[in-house]
């Protein structure tokens, strides 16, 4: 799922936002790293094992340039 395929609002996956499927170029250790930093979106516990993204912080995280 890259950028263009997101929905417009809603949640998405960590498995939808990291590539080679989603659009940040980064590995999922690296990805917690930023959370914890708060260089990367912050999560939304949706319940004991779901967790997800914001669609309008991952577009804005893209629309930044990650790096």
Do not use: C, H, Y
């Amino acid at each position: 799922m890259n950028r263009k395929e997101f929905p417009d609002a809603g949640f998405v996956r960590l498995s939808s936002i990291l590539s080679p499927p989603g659009p940040i170029p980064v590995s999922r250790s690296t990805w917690w790293a930023g959370v914890k930093t708060r260089k990367f979106p912050q999560p939304v516990k949706l319940g004991p094992r779901t967790t997800v993204w914001r669609v309008e912080d991952i577009r804005a995280l893209i629309e930044k340039g990650v790096q």
